[in-house]
Nanobody
Framework: QAQLVESGGGLVQAGGSLKLSCAAS????????MGWYRQAPGKQRELVAT???????YYADSVKGRFTISRDNTNNTAYLHMNSLKPEDTAVYYC??????????????WGQGSQVTVSS
């Protein structure tokens, strides 16, 4: 049974917007830092943004000011709102849930991946 289920993504023109959603089980979501990673063809997977269970967020420099990560603790869902999309944002986007004890990661879960394609 999938722990994280992604939805959203698709094809958009440069300058457009898309929203990704990631639904998790309550058991995982409530104690996890949620994040989004992406992997473009021929490149390594890279961190895009994270949001802690307390609501603190982090963004990669490449998406600051354009992407917004959020979480709905009632519906156990994380979101990635992507605005002003560029062709270089084209990638498969993966939702991630990470639980920690202090600075040690205890569990990591991944979504199935969502294709985002930005045309020029």
């Amino acid at each position: 049974q999938a722990q994280l289920v992604e939805s959203g993504g698709g094809l958009v023109q440069a300058g457009g917007s898309l929203k990704l959603s990631c639904a998790a089980s309550a058991r995982i979501f409530s104690v996890s830092t949620m994040g989004w990673y992406r992997q473009a063809p021929g490149k390594q997977r890279e961190l895009v943004a994270t949001i802690s269970s307390g609501g603190s967020s982090y963004y990669a420099d490449s998406v600051k000011g354009r992407f917004t990560i959020s979480r709905d603790n009632t519906n156990n869902t994380a979101y990635l709102h992507m605005n002003s999309l560029k062709p270089e944002d084209t990638a498969v986007y993966y939702c991630n849930a990470r639980t920690t004890i202090g600075k040690i990661t205890t569990n990591t879960y991944w979504g199935q991946g969502s294709q985002v394609t930005v045309s020029s």
